[in-house]
């Protein structure tokens, strides 16, 4: 084996770990522990973060044609951003009892058609539709701790939008302000942070930075979406 087919297999297995993260987020879930199972999504958020970019650094697909990559990249995805968050809308009282079940089938079933649709990437690199990233939900839900309610009323928005041609950004990809939507990322990565780490009383500059860094991407978004319907002189 050569010292390119090593880093490559050193790759492939840094991304699987985001399973192994996804898996002992669940435990904790199902032991009632939702910080840590918290840290346990951030952590596979940032691994799925980075890896692509050392995949790309290290030529992976070149070095090891008969591995996907991407297949690999997705199972961990809809492990991780959909199994284990409607597990936790399902487990933890977020929405009124009774409704756990019918609010993760949503999560589920709107996210497989999310992965399936071949039009979720647009020319542009944004996400059309809600990219079902429920574990940003989950994270929302944990900080500011709406009521039942409020958390069920999300969820069906959510899983709504998933079929609405609304424009979401990915950070790494679009070119289109990059810079400014990786520092605004970052910063809302550092605030989630801390306002776990502080939590049960999460840090209240924490919360303000989080929801400026929401209410960024989503205006970008809008605005993206608006500007492509708008007719060309």
């Not at 890896?51 to 990559?69: I, Q, S, W, Y």
């Not at 690999?72 to 809809?78: Q, T």
């Not at 009521?147 to 950070?171: M, N, R, S, Y």
């Not at 989630?192 to 999460?202: D, H, R």
């Amino acid at each position: 084996m050569t010292m390119q087919e090593i880093r490559a297999w050193g790759v492939h297995l840094f991304t699987m770990s985001g399973a192994v993260c996804g898996f002992l987020a669940l435990t904790n879930i199902i032991n009632n522990n939702p910080k840590d199972a918290i840290w346990w999504l951030i952590l596979a958020l940032i691994i799925d973060g980075v890896d692509g970019t050392m995949a790309r650094k290290f030529e992976v697909t070149e070095h090891l044609p008969n591995v996907d990559g991407v297949t690999i990249d997705n199972i961990v995805d809809y492990f991780t951003y959909v199994i284990v968050p409607a597990v936790y809308i399902w487990w933890l009282p977020v929405v009124p009892e009774g409704w756990g079940t019918p609010a993760a089938a949503l999560i589920l079933m709107t996210s497989q058609y999310h992965f399936s649709d071949l039009r979720h990437k647009t020319h542009d690199n944004y996400f059309r539709g809600f990219p079902a990233l429920w574990n940003l939900v989950v994270f929302g839900f944990y900080v500011f701790s709406p009521d039942p309610w409020t958390a069920l009323i999300f969820t069906v928005i959510f899983a709504i939008a998933t079929f609405i041609p609304l424009k979401f950004v990915h950070p790494f990809r679009v070119e289109h302000l990059k810079r400014t939507n990786l520092t605004m990322a970052g910063l809302g990565s550092i605030a989630l942070i801390v306002a776990v780490w502080t939590s049960p009383e999460p840090s209240m500059v924490a919360k303000v930075v989080l929801v400026l860094t929401i209410g960024w991407f989503l205006v970008i978004g809008i605005n993206r979406t608006l500007e492509d319907r708008t007719p060309k002189a």
